[in-house]
């Protein structure tokens, strides 16, 4: 099985890319919508490169009314990356600790 790396294409503007893929990954979605980081985001090191990002992304809302129906008219298998903030997480982790 094919598939990109989350956040490394986007079909939407290299549509005839995505449909050689078995599967087309989403870059990564949050609750909310995020800008990233400022600038620098990538550095190279003796030891290769970092990267912070920051999930730029429009948030589920956005993705789910405007990008999703348009993912979907390419008639081609895709898979969101959906991502959980810190709070969420740390929640959930209090709670699941609760309850076993």
Same mark, same amino acid.
């Given at each position: 099985?094919? +598939?990109?790396?989350?956040?490394?294409?986007?079909?939407? &503007?290299? @549509?005839? &890319?995505?449909?050689?893929?078995?599967? %087309? &990954?989403?870059?990564?979605?949050? @609750?909310?919508?995020?800008?990233?980081? *400022? @600038?620098?985001?990538? *550095?190279?090191?003796?030891?290769?490169?970092?990267?912070?990002?920051?999930?730029?992304?429009?948030?589920r809302e956005h %993705? +789910?009314?405007?990008?999703?129906?348009?993912?979907?008219?390419?008639?081609? @298998?895709?898979?969101?990356?959906?991502? *959980?903030?810190?709070?969420?997480?740390?929640?959930?982790?209090?709670?699941?600790?609760?309850?076993?």
């Amino acid at each position: 099985m094919l +598939l990109n790396a989350s956040g490394c294409l986007d079909a939407l &503007v290299a @549509p005839e &890319v995505a449909r050689t893929l078995d599967v %087309f &990954v989403t870059k990564t979605i949050t @609750p909310l919508p995020r800008e990233g980081n *400022a @600038p620098p985001r990538i *550095a190279e090191t003796p030891h290769g490169m970092l990267n912070s990002i920051g999930l730029a992304n429009p948030g589920r809302e956005h %993705f +789910l009314s405007a990008h999703l129906p348009r993912l979907r008219a390419l008639g081609m @298998p895709s898979a969101a990356f959906p991502a *959980a903030t810190m709070r969420r997480r740390a929640r959930r982790s209090r709670t699941s600790t609760r309850s076993s």
